[in-house]
């Protein structure tokens, strides 16, 4: 059994998570890729909310990289050669890459300290290593199968259900792969990453117990700042207030709560992932509290019982709940505070791109060079923006994590822009 | 990948746009982002207590 909080940790990071009121461990194993590079900040002195926004803005920055050597790598396999000489930028591409990096909600929330960059990078770093796995050779093809599940266990680490999603679709397509040309390395990698991504979030079941420490003296034992410990002069405590000496310093003895790891399962952890999409609607209404744009509860009203009952429930609330995620808040609809109005002006231009993209993907898809990338980001899209509509229970944070979809959006946008229509590609 | 980045980093559309992406982030970062949690993301300031946690 694992002893979490040794005294090193503690002196380290001031608290243990399980005391974290309100949400616990969950959220904190769930947003690690954000936080854990947040409290080295912490720990040099930088306040915890700048810390969290440094880390945040770093994330998104990468991103747009990230999203420019996507867009590369996919005209470089579409290039006769393959060896690219210049980037092709026709205007209407420089405009989607002005609208990733500028778009001025997601600029906003890559700038706060928020999981929606990070959750974003390494999404896009997991399908931009993909694409580069088709391709490689060689060495440098062990290399990405090795680093490929580490970028998807961060994505998870960011935001779960996301990374899940993501996963599902990669593996689907992952396994088109195989079927057609016997190449099994996607399907293996983003199998990889998604175990990896399970013990990576997987929140431990532990077991709170007292030990007898030696803390130096004076012992200030507050909530930010915690006692000193020395670790070896705890072995000689017998009771409490015993005290001891070492060198020139003083300790008491004095109870410390500690936590051991009595079980951490990730099979238990995929498994609750997946029985999310049961309990939707109870996810909605816990969305919904206290949140000025909530939307409507639902008033479905089906008599069938168990898992059919929230499936037909769903469907027939999709056509309501879809439109809702993807362009709501919308002027002269939800006008409310400004936030809400600036967050409809913005979603005009949602409802352009998203049916310009929509529109595109399913007409050209089928002819198109990168078809079959094309119909990879459009069903992560689809399935994204389904499972978010039937979760989200307010429009503020429904239009928040709409940005997820960006980055697959905008790359739709600039694949099925090339004019060049030659052979179409297996994958 | 090398070339990928070497590509990116050719392109002084590209480079323009990560310098000025940087710096809007710098100026947003010490002149508009208020000290306390944004009310467009309240959840920051969770994150931000999270932050001084360890498991």
């Known amino acids: 059994m694992k002893v979490l909080t040794e005294p090193w940790q503690i002196i380290a990071n001031n608290l243990p998570v399980q005391e974290f009121p309100g949400y616990?461990?969950?959220?904190?194993?769930?947003?690690?890729?954000?936080?854990?590079?947040?409290?080295?900040?912490?720990?040099?002195?930088v306040s915890q909310l700048d810390s969290v926004r440094f880390v945040s803005s770093f994330y998104g920055i990468c991103a747009l990289l990230i999203f420019i050597m996507s867009v590369i790598a996919l005209q470089r396999r579409n290039s006769e050669t393959g060896n690219l000489k210049e980037v092709v930028l026709s205007n209407k591409n420089k405009l989607v890459f002005i609208l990733y990096a500028f778009l001025p909600s997601y600029?906003?929330?890559?700038?706060?300290?928020?999981?929606?960059?990070?959750?974003q990078l390494f999404l896009l770093a997991t399908f931009y290593l993909c694409v580069k796995l088709i391709d490689s050779h060689g060495f440098m093809r062990w290399i990405i199968i090795a680093f490929t599940p580490i970028v998807l266990m961060l994505a998870f680490g960011s935001r779960p259900e996301t990374a899940t999603l993501f996963?599902?679709?990669?593996?689907?397509?992952?396994?088109?792969?195989?079927?057609?040309?016997?190449?099994?390395?996607?399907?293996?990698?983003?199998?990889?990453?998604?175990?990896?991504?399970?013990?990576?979030?997987?929140?431990?079941?532990?077991?709170?117990?007292?030990?007898?420490?030696?803390?130096k003296v004076p012992v200030t034992e507050t909530k930010s700042v915690q006692p000193q410990i020395d670790s070896e002069l705890s072995k000689q405590c017998k009771h409490k207030n015993q005290h001891l000496?070492?060198?020139?310093?003083?300790?008491?003895?004095?109870?410390?709560?500690?936590?051991?790891?009595?079980?951490?399962n990730p099979f238990k952890k995929a498994k609750s992932q997946v029985l999310t999409t049961q309990i939707l609607e109870y996810k909605r209404n816990v969305n919904r509290v206290e949140a000025s744009s909530a939307l409507p509860e639902s008033s479905c009203t089906f008599n069938f019982t168990g898992v059919l009952q929230k499936f037909s429930c769903n469907i027939v609330e999709l056509p309501y709940r879809l439109p809702s995620f993807l362009i709501r808040p919308f002027p002269f609809i939800d006008s409310g505070s400004n936030s809400q109005n600036?967050?409809?002006?913005?979603?005009?231009?949602?409802?352009?791109l998203i049916s310009f993209g929509v529109l595109r993907a399913l007409r050209k898809a089928k002819f198109q060079e990168n078809g079959f990338i094309i119909a990879f980001l459009f069903s992560f899209l689809t399935c994204f923006a389904t499972a978010a509509a039937l979760y989200e229970g307010n429009l503020g944070t429904a239009f928040r994590h709409k940005s997820t979809i960006l980055w697959s959006l905008l790359l739709i946008l600039i694949l099925t822009n090339e004019s060049r229509v030659i052979r179409r590609r297996i994958y | 990948?090398?070339?990928?980045?070497?590509?990116?980093?050719?392109?002084?559309?590209?480079?323009?746009?990560?310098?000025?992406?940087a710096?809007?982030?710098?100026?947003?970062f010490y002149f508009f982002l208020p000290n306390k949690p944004s009310e467009f993301g309240p959840d920051e300031g969770t994150y931000g207590t999270l932050a001084n946690y360890s498991e």
């Open chain 1, 342 to 352: 600036l967050a409809g002006y913005e979603n005009i231009l949602w409802l352009f």
């Open chain 1, 107 to 119: 600029f906003l929330w890559s700038n706060l300290g928020l999981r929606e960059s990070a959750s």
């Open chain 2, 1 to 21: 990948m090398k070339t990928d980045f070497r590509l990116a980093l050719s392109k002084p559309f590209f480079v323009g746009l990560l310098i000025s992406s």
């Open chain 1, 245 to 264: 000496a070492e060198k020139n310093d003083r300790f008491v003895c004095i109870f410390f709560k500690q936590y051991e790891v009595i079980d951490r």
């Open chain 1, 24 to 45: 616990g461990p969950d959220l904190y194993n769930s947003a690690r890729t954000l936080i854990v590079p947040s409290s080295i900040f912490v720990r040099f002195g």
């Open chain 2, 23 to 28: 710096i809007l982030r710098l100026l947003f």
């Open chain 1, 167 to 215: 996963s599902i679709c990669a593996l689907f397509f992952g396994f088109i792969i195989f079927w057609k040309v016997r190449n099994y390395s996607i399907a293996f990698v983003i199998f990889l990453g998604f175990a990896l991504g399970q013990v990576f979030t997987t929140t431990p079941t532990v077991r709170a117990s007292e030990v007898l420490i030696a803390a």
